[in-house]
Protein backbone atom coordinates (compact mmCIF):
# COMPACT_ATOMS: atom_id res chain seq x y z
CA UNK A 1 0.00 0.00 0.00
CA UNK A 2 1.61 3.41 -1.04
CA UNK A 3 0.70 6.00 0.82
CA UNK A 4 1.64 9.72 0.51
CA UNK A 5 1.33 12.14 3.02
CA UNK A 6 1.62 16.55 2.49
CA UNK A 7 2.95 18.76 4.43
CA UNK A 8 3.38 22.32 4.23
CA UNK A 9 4.10 24.13 7.44
CA UNK A 10 5.60 24.24 11.04
CA UNK A 11 3.04 22.43 12.75
CA UNK A 12 2.02 20.02 9.98
CA UNK A 13 5.68 19.15 10.79
CA UNK A 14 5.55 18.52 14.07
CA UNK A 15 2.25 16.40 13.75
CA UNK A 16 3.83 13.75 11.42
CA UNK A 17 6.98 13.13 13.17
CA UNK A 18 6.11 9.76 14.03
CA UNK A 19 4.78 8.84 10.55
CA UNK A 20 7.91 6.77 9.23
CA UNK A 21 9.16 5.30 11.64
CA UNK A 22 5.47 3.41 12.78
CA UNK A 23 5.13 2.59 9.36
CA UNK A 24 7.80 1.29 8.91
CA UNK A 25 6.74 -1.64 10.71
CA UNK A 26 4.07 -3.10 8.82
CA UNK A 27 5.83 -4.77 5.70
CA UNK A 28 2.54 -3.92 3.03
CA UNK A 29 3.04 -0.28 3.51
CA UNK A 30 4.98 1.84 1.61
CA UNK A 31 4.96 5.67 3.40
CA UNK A 32 6.30 8.92 1.65
CA UNK A 33 6.31 12.78 2.48
CA UNK A 34 5.37 15.39 0.68
CA UNK A 35 6.89 19.23 1.63
CA UNK A 36 4.86 21.85 -0.13
CA UNK A 37 7.39 24.53 1.34
CA UNK A 38 4.11 26.54 2.74
CA UNK A 39 6.72 27.30 5.42
CA UNK A 40 10.00 27.55 3.72
CA UNK A 41 12.43 29.66 5.97
CA UNK A 42 15.27 27.81 7.85
CA UNK A 43 13.82 28.23 11.38
CA UNK A 44 9.77 27.38 10.63
CA UNK A 45 11.00 24.71 8.43
CA UNK A 46 14.48 22.64 8.48
CA UNK A 47 15.40 22.95 11.96
CA UNK A 48 12.50 20.37 12.52
CA UNK A 49 14.18 17.73 10.50
CA UNK A 50 17.36 18.55 11.58
CA UNK A 51 16.60 18.43 15.61
CA UNK A 52 14.63 15.85 15.35
CA UNK A 53 16.29 13.89 13.06
CA UNK A 54 13.59 13.51 10.40
CA UNK A 55 13.91 11.86 7.04
CA UNK A 56 14.51 14.62 4.53
CA UNK A 57 10.83 14.88 2.38
CA UNK A 58 11.05 11.94 -0.16
CA UNK A 59 9.46 15.51 -2.49
CA UNK A 60 10.45 18.97 -1.30
CA UNK A 61 8.76 22.25 -3.36
CA UNK A 62 8.78 25.66 -2.19
CA UNK A 63 5.88 27.29 -3.31
CA UNK A 64 5.15 30.47 -1.01
CA UNK A 65 3.07 34.18 -1.87
CA UNK A 66 0.72 36.35 -0.24
CA UNK A 67 -1.76 35.85 -2.83
CA UNK A 68 -3.57 32.65 -1.44
CA UNK A 69 -5.18 31.66 -4.48
CA UNK A 70 -1.98 31.64 -6.50
CA UNK A 71 -0.32 29.61 -3.71
CA UNK A 72 -3.10 27.01 -3.62
CA UNK A 73 -2.96 25.96 -7.07
CA UNK A 74 0.69 26.25 -7.31
CA UNK A 75 0.48 23.38 -4.75
CA UNK A 76 -2.08 21.56 -6.03
CA UNK A 77 0.01 21.52 -9.35
CA UNK A 78 2.72 20.37 -7.40
CA UNK A 79 0.99 17.57 -5.70
CA UNK A 80 -0.62 16.73 -8.97
CA UNK A 81 2.61 15.95 -11.12
CA UNK A 82 3.80 13.71 -7.71
CA UNK A 83 0.17 12.05 -7.65
CA UNK A 84 0.79 11.27 -11.43
CA UNK A 85 4.62 9.57 -10.93
CA UNK A 86 3.74 8.03 -7.17
CA UNK A 87 0.17 6.91 -7.74
CA UNK A 88 -0.35 6.07 -3.57
CA UNK A 89 -3.25 4.12 -3.09
CA UNK A 90 -4.00 6.56 -0.27
CA UNK A 91 -3.26 10.57 1.06
CA UNK A 92 -3.03 11.80 4.10
CA UNK A 93 -3.07 15.29 5.34
CA UNK A 94 -3.03 17.15 8.51
CA UNK A 95 -4.12 19.92 10.07
CA UNK A 96 -6.06 23.21 8.57
CA UNK A 97 -3.91 25.39 6.33
CA UNK A 98 -3.30 26.08 2.58
CA UNK A 99 -1.66 22.98 1.56
CA UNK A 100 -3.94 20.18 3.62
CA UNK A 101 -6.84 22.03 1.05
CA UNK A 102 -4.46 21.72 -1.86
CA UNK A 103 -3.90 18.07 -1.30
CA UNK A 104 -7.33 17.15 -0.15
CA UNK A 105 -8.02 18.65 -3.53
CA UNK A 106 -5.74 17.04 -5.57
CA UNK A 107 -6.98 13.81 -4.03
CA UNK A 108 -10.52 14.27 -4.53
CA UNK A 109 -10.15 15.33 -8.30
CA UNK A 110 -7.58 12.28 -8.79
CA UNK A 111 -9.83 9.94 -7.27
CA UNK A 112 -6.88 8.99 -4.22
CA UNK A 113 -8.57 8.02 -1.16
CA UNK A 114 -8.28 10.92 1.50
CA UNK A 115 -7.51 10.50 5.33
CA UNK A 116 -7.22 13.78 7.49
CA UNK A 117 -5.59 13.57 10.92
CA UNK A 118 -7.00 16.07 12.95
CA UNK A 119 -10.10 15.81 11.59
CA UNK A 120 -13.73 17.25 13.02
CA UNK A 121 -12.44 20.11 14.68
CA UNK A 122 -14.56 23.27 14.73
CA UNK A 123 -13.82 27.11 15.72
CA UNK A 124 -17.61 28.09 14.25
CA UNK A 125 -15.61 31.29 13.42
CA UNK A 126 -15.69 31.29 9.25
CA UNK A 127 -13.31 34.01 9.63
CA UNK A 128 -10.50 32.05 10.82
CA UNK A 129 -9.06 31.17 7.34
CA UNK A 130 -7.97 27.41 8.98
CA UNK A 131 -12.53 27.37 9.76
CA UNK A 132 -12.92 27.16 6.47
CA UNK A 133 -9.99 24.63 4.93
CA UNK A 134 -10.54 22.63 7.99
CA UNK A 135 -14.50 22.35 6.92
CA UNK A 136 -13.94 22.20 3.34
CA UNK A 137 -11.09 19.14 3.54
CA UNK A 138 -13.52 17.15 5.91
CA UNK A 139 -16.37 17.64 3.16
CA UNK A 140 -13.88 15.36 1.03
CA UNK A 141 -12.59 13.17 3.30
CA UNK A 142 -12.78 9.20 3.20
CA UNK A 143 -11.04 8.46 6.67
CA UNK A 144 -11.62 10.38 9.25
CA UNK A 145 -8.80 10.67 12.31
CA UNK A 146 -10.06 12.48 15.29
CA UNK A 147 -7.92 14.25 18.41
CA UNK A 148 -10.39 14.75 20.72
CA UNK A 149 -14.09 14.18 21.47
CA UNK A 150 -15.50 17.65 20.03
CA UNK A 151 -14.24 16.26 16.62
CA UNK A 152 -16.22 12.89 16.84
CA UNK A 153 -19.20 14.89 17.75
CA UNK A 154 -19.13 17.17 14.94
CA UNK A 155 -18.45 15.03 12.20
CA UNK A 156 -21.49 13.35 13.34
CA UNK A 157 -23.38 16.12 13.63
CA UNK A 158 -22.03 16.94 9.77
CA UNK A 159 -23.30 13.69 8.95
CA UNK A 160 -20.22 11.72 8.20
CA UNK A 161 -20.57 8.05 7.95
CA UNK A 162 -19.90 6.71 11.86
CA UNK A 163 -17.24 3.79 10.68
CA UNK A 164 -15.26 6.35 8.84
CA UNK A 165 -14.15 8.37 11.83
CA UNK A 166 -11.54 7.45 14.41
CA UNK A 167 -10.87 8.83 17.39
CA UNK A 168 -7.17 8.08 17.49
CA UNK A 169 -5.78 10.93 19.77
CA UNK A 170 -3.35 13.86 19.07
CA UNK A 171 0.22 13.05 17.01
CA UNK A 172 1.41 16.81 18.42
CA UNK A 173 1.57 14.64 21.83
CA UNK A 174 3.05 12.12 19.94
CA UNK A 175 6.25 14.20 18.73
CA UNK A 176 6.36 15.24 22.66
CA UNK A 177 6.09 12.11 24.24
CA UNK A 178 8.84 11.13 21.83
CA UNK A 179 11.26 13.70 22.17
CA UNK A 180 10.71 14.36 26.11
CA UNK A 181 14.19 13.58 26.87
CA UNK A 182 15.97 16.07 24.47
CA UNK A 183 13.48 18.72 25.66
CA UNK A 184 14.61 18.12 29.10
CA UNK A 185 18.40 18.36 27.96
CA UNK A 186 17.87 21.79 26.55
CA UNK A 187 20.18 24.85 27.52
CA UNK A 188 17.66 27.44 26.25
CA UNK A 189 16.95 28.63 29.80
CA UNK A 190 20.48 28.83 30.95
CA UNK A 191 21.30 30.71 27.42
CA UNK A 192 18.64 33.59 28.53
CA UNK A 193 19.39 33.69 32.29
CA UNK A 194 15.79 32.48 33.11
CA UNK A 195 15.18 30.45 36.14
CA UNK A 196 12.11 28.14 36.05
CA UNK A 197 8.82 29.60 36.61
CA UNK A 198 10.00 33.51 36.03
CA UNK A 199 8.74 34.34 32.95
CA UNK A 200 5.78 34.33 30.84
CA UNK A 201 6.02 32.51 26.87
CA UNK A 202 4.42 34.47 23.86
CA UNK A 203 3.70 33.39 20.62
CA UNK A 204 1.13 35.68 18.49
CA UNK A 205 0.26 35.51 14.67
CA UNK A 206 -3.19 34.74 13.88
CA UNK A 207 -4.10 37.24 11.06
CA UNK A 208 -7.34 38.26 13.68
CA UNK A 209 -4.59 39.44 16.17
CA UNK A 210 -1.91 40.56 14.27
CA UNK A 211 -3.10 41.85 10.61
CA UNK A 212 -4.53 45.30 11.78
CA UNK A 213 -3.04 48.26 13.39
CA UNK A 214 -5.63 48.18 16.02
CA UNK A 215 -5.08 44.58 16.72
CA UNK A 216 -0.86 45.32 17.10
CA UNK A 217 -1.56 48.11 19.45
CA UNK A 218 -3.42 46.50 21.80
CA UNK A 219 -0.70 43.94 21.87
CA UNK A 220 2.31 46.23 22.54
CA UNK A 221 -0.34 47.56 24.92
CA UNK A 222 -0.59 44.16 27.15
CA UNK A 223 3.34 43.29 26.75
CA UNK A 224 4.24 46.60 28.05
CA UNK A 225 1.62 45.99 31.13
CA UNK A 226 2.49 42.40 31.73
CA UNK A 227 6.75 43.44 31.13
CA UNK A 228 6.40 45.48 34.26
CA UNK A 229 6.01 42.03 36.79
CA UNK A 230 7.46 39.23 34.84
CA UNK A 231 9.96 38.74 31.88
CA UNK A 232 8.12 38.25 28.78
CA UNK A 233 9.64 35.87 25.93
CA UNK A 234 8.49 36.77 22.76
CA UNK A 235 9.65 34.16 19.63
CA UNK A 236 8.18 36.67 16.72
CA UNK A 237 6.30 34.75 13.92
CA UNK A 238 7.16 35.89 10.56
CA UNK A 239 4.24 37.35 9.96
CA UNK A 240 3.95 39.01 12.85
CA UNK A 241 7.52 40.48 12.34
CA UNK A 242 6.23 41.41 8.54
CA UNK A 243 2.92 43.25 10.25
CA UNK A 244 4.72 45.25 12.93
CA UNK A 245 7.24 46.70 10.62
CA UNK A 246 4.68 47.23 7.76
CA UNK A 247 2.86 49.41 10.44
CA UNK A 248 6.22 50.86 12.19
CA UNK A 249 5.43 49.66 15.29
CA UNK A 250 8.67 46.92 15.88
CA UNK A 251 10.14 50.11 17.90
CA UNK A 252 7.72 50.51 20.51
CA UNK A 253 8.33 47.28 21.71
CA UNK A 254 12.21 47.07 21.76
CA UNK A 255 14.75 48.24 24.42
CA UNK A 256 11.95 46.85 26.98
CA UNK A 257 14.72 45.00 29.60
CA UNK A 258 11.41 42.63 30.43
CA UNK A 259 10.74 41.62 26.90
CA UNK A 260 12.80 38.76 25.19
CA UNK A 261 12.10 39.06 21.45
CA UNK A 262 13.58 36.50 19.50
CA UNK A 263 13.11 34.77 15.99
CA UNK A 264 10.95 31.76 15.69
CA UNK A 265 13.08 28.74 17.92
CA UNK A 266 13.41 25.45 17.13
CA UNK A 267 11.06 22.79 18.69
CA UNK A 268 12.96 21.69 21.82
CA UNK A 269 13.64 25.12 23.01
CA UNK A 270 10.74 25.82 22.66
CA UNK A 271 9.55 23.10 24.26
CA UNK A 272 11.48 23.77 27.40
CA UNK A 273 10.23 27.07 27.17
CA UNK A 274 6.82 25.79 27.59
CA UNK A 275 7.68 23.56 30.10
CA UNK A 276 9.17 25.86 32.53
CA UNK A 277 6.72 29.05 31.82
CA UNK A 278 4.99 30.10 34.72
CA UNK A 279 2.49 30.61 32.34
CA UNK A 280 1.62 30.99 28.24
CA UNK A 281 -0.14 33.76 26.15
CA UNK A 282 -0.98 32.44 22.60
CA UNK A 283 -3.46 32.36 19.84
CA UNK A 284 -1.83 29.72 18.45
CA UNK A 285 -3.97 26.07 18.10
CA UNK A 286 -0.92 23.96 18.67
CA UNK A 287 0.32 25.43 21.78
CA UNK A 288 -3.26 25.46 23.42
CA UNK A 289 -2.78 21.54 23.07
CA UNK A 290 1.19 21.39 24.10
CA UNK A 291 0.34 23.97 27.08
CA UNK A 292 -2.53 21.11 28.55
CA UNK A 293 -0.53 18.19 28.02
CA UNK A 294 2.32 19.78 30.49
CA UNK A 295 -0.58 21.30 32.44
CA UNK A 296 1.10 24.74 32.29
CA UNK A 297 -1.19 27.33 32.13
CA UNK A 298 -2.23 29.23 29.01
CA UNK A 299 -4.32 32.53 28.43
CA UNK A 300 -5.68 32.06 24.59
CA UNK A 301 -6.20 35.71 22.93
CA UNK A 302 -8.85 34.71 20.35
CA UNK A 303 -12.62 34.72 20.62
CA UNK A 304 -13.25 30.73 20.52
CA UNK A 305 -11.44 27.90 20.17
CA UNK A 306 -12.09 24.69 18.14
CA UNK A 307 -9.97 22.56 20.58
CA UNK A 308 -12.71 22.97 23.23
CA UNK A 309 -10.62 19.46 25.47
CA UNK A 310 -8.11 22.47 26.37
CA UNK A 311 -10.82 24.22 28.32
CA UNK A 312 -12.91 21.72 29.47
CA UNK A 313 -9.75 19.30 30.50
CA UNK A 314 -6.81 21.21 30.13
CA UNK A 315 -5.02 24.41 30.93
CA UNK A 316 -6.19 26.51 28.16
CA UNK A 317 -8.33 29.88 29.14
CA UNK A 318 -10.09 31.85 26.57
CA UNK A 319 -9.78 35.17 27.04
CA UNK A 320 -9.91 37.64 23.64
CA UNK A 321 -8.07 40.86 24.57
CA UNK A 322 -9.56 41.49 27.36
CA UNK A 323 -6.81 43.06 29.70
CA UNK A 324 -8.94 42.96 32.67
CA UNK A 325 -9.60 39.29 32.34
CA UNK A 326 -6.01 39.03 31.77
CA UNK A 327 -4.41 40.64 34.51
CA UNK A 328 -7.27 38.27 36.99
CA UNK A 329 -6.23 35.37 35.34
CA UNK A 330 -2.62 36.27 35.69
CA UNK A 331 -3.17 36.94 39.46
CA UNK A 332 -5.05 33.72 40.17
CA UNK A 333 -1.82 31.82 38.11
CA UNK A 334 0.17 33.65 41.00
CA UNK A 335 -1.64 33.01 43.76
CA UNK A 336 -2.03 29.15 43.40
CA UNK A 337 -5.74 29.68 42.71
CA UNK A 338 -5.62 28.81 38.60
CA UNK A 339 -7.66 26.30 37.75
CA UNK A 340 -6.44 22.44 38.25
CA UNK A 341 -6.16 20.42 34.66
CA UNK A 342 -6.05 17.19 33.43
CA UNK A 343 -4.83 15.69 30.02
CA UNK A 344 -7.95 14.68 27.72
CA UNK A 345 -8.22 10.77 26.31
CA UNK A 346 -5.64 9.22 23.38
CA UNK A 347 -3.05 12.11 24.53
CA UNK A 348 -0.53 9.32 25.40
CA UNK A 349 1.94 9.42 22.49
CA UNK A 350 0.39 6.17 20.80
CA UNK A 351 -2.03 8.26 18.79
CA UNK A 352 0.38 7.74 15.34
CA UNK A 353 0.15 3.52 16.43
CA UNK A 354 -3.26 3.65 16.55
CA UNK A 355 -3.99 5.66 13.06
CA UNK A 356 -1.67 3.15 10.90
CA UNK A 357 -2.92 0.38 12.75
CA UNK A 358 -6.49 1.36 10.96
CA UNK A 359 -4.59 2.08 7.65
CA UNK A 360 -2.81 -1.29 7.17
CA UNK A 361 -7.01 -2.77 7.12
CA UNK A 362 -7.81 -1.08 4.68
CA UNK A 363 -8.63 -2.56 1.38
CA UNK A 364 -6.18 -1.28 -1.38
N1 LIG B 1 6.72 26.36 17.89
C1 LIG B 1 8.09 26.25 17.81
N2 LIG B 1 8.86 27.39 17.91
C2 LIG B 1 8.31 28.63 18.10
C3 LIG B 1 6.89 28.73 18.18
C4 LIG B 1 6.12 27.58 18.07
O1 LIG B 1 8.62 25.14 17.66
O2 LIG B 1 9.05 29.61 18.17
C5 LIG B 1 5.88 25.13 17.74
C6 LIG B 1 4.85 24.93 18.82
O3 LIG B 1 5.38 24.30 19.95
C7 LIG B 1 3.84 24.04 18.12
C8 LIG B 1 3.86 24.60 16.71
O4 LIG B 1 5.11 25.27 16.56
O5 LIG B 1 4.28 22.69 18.10
C9 LIG B 1 2.69 25.53 16.56
O6 LIG B 1 2.81 26.27 15.46
P1 LIG B 1 1.93 27.58 15.21
O7 LIG B 1 1.58 28.22 16.48
O8 LIG B 1 2.68 28.34 14.19
O9 LIG B 1 0.66 26.99 14.47
P2 LIG B 1 -0.81 26.64 14.90
O10 LIG B 1 -0.72 25.52 15.89
O11 LIG B 1 -1.44 27.88 15.43
O12 LIG B 1 -1.46 26.19 13.62
Redesign the pocket.
Known amino acids: MKILTIVG ?3 NI ?1 KITQFSRVAARYPHIQHRLLHTGQHYNH ?2 SDV ?1 FEELGLRQPDYAFSIQGERVVSQLAGIMKAIEGVVQEYQPDLMVVV ?3 NSTLAAALVANKMGIKLAHVESGLRSCDRTMP ?1 ENNRILTDAITDLFFVTEESGTRNLREEGKPENHIHFVGNT ?1 ID ?1 LVAYDYQIRQSQVLRRLALEPASYALM ?1 M ?2 PGNVDTREGLEKLLSLLRKLTVDVKVVF ?1 V ?1 PRTLNRLNEFTLYAGIENNPNLIL ?6 L ?3 NL ?1 LHARYVI ?7 E ?1 TTFRKVPCITLRPNTERPSTLTAGSNTLLGFDQEKIFQTVASINSGTYKKCGIPPYWDGKATERIFEVISQLDR
Not at 262 to 267: F, K, L, R, S, T
Not at 282 to 288: A, K, L, N, P, V
Open positions: TRPINMFGDVEMTTHRPHMEPVGYDFQITDSGGIQE
